[in-house]
Nanobody
Framework: QVRLVESGGGLVQPGGSLRLSCAASGFTFSSYRMNWYRQTPGKERELVAVITSAGDSTNYLDSVKGRFTISRDNAKNTAYLQMNSLKLEDTARYYC?????????WGRGTQVTVSS
């Protein structure tokens, strides 16, 4: 049974940090590219960060470059999103997705709220 479970969201003040985790099971995690997305009500889900299966290449949404870092630990079947210098506009529900060709598995998301 394929599972992706996000955790680490919460309420944080502007300028603060959070580390999201995405724990995977039921598939060969190390073969999949991992993506982090976010979505706010009424808006389309947007791609925030991507990491290759080996973890040797990453890409980021322009608005989070220099603040967010995506990483993975294939031995632990877990992907991470370190979020620093959080801004009000980072408030969203964050989702991880495992991708291999046409295959894709989604988690249910974790809420991040940036508020003073």
């Amino acid at each position: 049974q394929v599972r992706l479970v996000e955790s680490g969201g919460g309420l944080v003040q502007p300028g603060g940090s959070l580390r999201l985790s995405c724990a995977a099971s039921g598939f060969t995690f190390s073969s999949y590219r991992m993506n982090w997305y976010r979505q706010t009500p009424g808006k389309e889900r947007e791609l925030v960060a991507v990491i290759t299966s080996a973890g040797d290449s990453t890409n980021y949404l322009d608005s989070v470059k220099g603040r967010f870092t995506i990483s993975r630990d294939n031995a632990k079947n877990t992907a991470y999103l370190q979020m620093n210098s959080l801004k009000l506009e980072d408030t969203a529900r964050y989702y991880c997705k495992a991708v291999l060709g046409s295959l894709g598995y989604w988690g249910r998301g974790t809420q991040v709220t940036v508020s003073s």
